[in-house]
């Protein structure tokens, strides 16, 4: 992989990985267009790990607050409510991904599962914005992550976006928009450092060394343009909504049907 798509790649998942607008589907596709298929291990090991701390660093007083809470009280008192919402919603997709990510890799990474993904869960987007919630995280309960969870599983369709989709599910649950995406961006942070964790033991040492430059560009653009995107959305995200996101993928998912299918 030559510099310059090594950089347009990353800056892409950095950009796409935290937003409503699918970061796998917008790897595929500009893959694809680039004639390289598959970006290799290393650069995957590399935006992982780059987007998984910029969620670390922003979201570090929550973490940190949430590992004290751990130490000083019991697991399921009402202190310790977030980070048990957040392992008990995991779980589905760590089951899930590990058992399909085969079937997933040799059967809907094309571009019509993405069209079709893109636009159907821009729709399902839409309309869980117009629930109009106004809980916040504390009012999330066991349950209700574990439906996250489920919905989460459903990220494994290209096209469909993780964050997406679990802040469609936050807003079906009576989240008003900014919980919903802070609780996505929070369950990020297991979800991608599981992925990152599974694709690190696949590398030998030898392939880090052989490969640093590569790992850090990819690291360090998409740790920066991550941490970016995350601040920038959660600030706009009352005022602006979801619409734009909304638009944005059936003008995607349209042009794929009509031009790469």
């Known amino acids: 992989m030559d510099t310059l798509q090594l950089i347009l790649l990353s800056v892409v998942q950095g950009l796409t990985e935290f937003l409503p607008v699918s970061s796998s589907a917008h790897l ?3 893959s694809e267009f680039l004639g390289e298929e598959d970006q290799g291990i290393i650069f995957d090991v590399g935006v992982h790990f780059g987007t998984l701390m910029a969620a670390l660093v922003y979201f570090r007083s929550d973490l940190k607050k949430m590992i004290i809470n751990l130490g000083s009280h019991k697991f399921l008192s009402k202190e310790n409510n977030l980070t048990a919402n957040l392992i008990i919603a995991v779980i589905p997709i760590l089951l899930l991904g590990f058992l399909l990510r085969d079937f997933v890799n040799l059967n809907l990474r094309n571009s019509e ?14 309309t869980a ?3 109009k919630g106004k809980e916040d995280l504390d009012s999330v309960n066991l349950k209700q992550a574990l439906i996250i969870g489920l919905f989460q599983c ?11 989709i679990t802040i469609t599910a936050g807003l ?7 919980a919903a995406s802070r609780f996505s961006f929070l369950l990020a942070i297991p979800t991608i450092g599981a992925i990152a964790l599974a694709e690190l033991i696949r590398v030998s040492f030898i392939d ?12 360090i653009i998409s740790f920066l343009v991550a941490y970016i995107s ?3 959305f959660l600030k706009l995200i009352d005022r602006i909504g979801f619409t734009p996101f909304v638009i944005y993928r059936l003008l995607l998912g349209g042009w794929l049907l009509m031009y790469w299918t």
């Open 28 to 30: 595929v596709l500009l």
């Open 113 to 126: 599962v993405i069209a079709y993904a893109t636009i159907i869960f821009g729709i399902l987007l839409y």
């Open 129 to 131: 914005q117009l629930r």
């Open 154 to 164: 459903l990220a494994l369709i290209p096209g469909t976006s993780r964050s997406g």
């Open 172 to 178: 079906f649950l009576g989240l008003s928009a900014t």
């Open 208 to 219: 880090i060394t052989d490969n640093g430059a590569e790992l850090s560009i990819a690291l």
């Open 230 to 232: 995350i601040d920038m």
